[in-house]
Nanobody, 115 residues
Framework: QVQLVESGGGLVQPGGSLRLSCAAS????????MGWYRQAPGKQRELVAR???????NYADSVKGRFTISRDNAKNTVYLQMNSLKPEDTAVYYC?????????WGQGTQVTVSS
């Protein structure tokens, strides 16, 4: 069994910052990819950022220069630092890992950007 526990979501004003964390626990073995996706009301889930075991990253165009993904392999944890937040960043953010070619998802954490 593998559990993903997300934290760090909340309400923030436009221009503010939040840091999301996602810790994987249980039967962990060689996590290749770790990433963050988001889903806004009425929209499809979309990739926000992804980081592979080598440290290589990729980002959605809409968040480049504002968001930074990082990982701590010793803690099996992935982070998403979100700066200069905009109302259009409002969504449920989901953590995802790929381990032994299987995707696993967290339960999601709400991020609301509003004045």
């Amino acid at each position: 069994q593998v559990q993903l526990v997300e934290s760090g979501g909340g309400l923030v004003q436009p221009g503010g910052s939040l840091r999301l964390s996602c810790a994987a626990s249980g039967s962990i073995f060689r996590i290749n990819t770790m990433g963050w996706y988001r889903q806004a009301p009425g929209k499809q889930r979309e990739l926000v950022a992804r980081i592979i075991s080598s440290g290589s990253t990729n980002y959605a165009d809409s968040v480049k220069g504002r968001f930074t993904i990082s990982r701590d392999n010793a803690k099996n944890t992935v982070y998403l630092q979100m700066n200069s937040l905009k109302p259009e960043d409002t969504a449920v953010y989901y953590c995802m890992i790929i381990m032994i070619n299987v995707e696993r998802w967290g339960q999601g954490t709400q991020v609301t950007v509003s004045s």
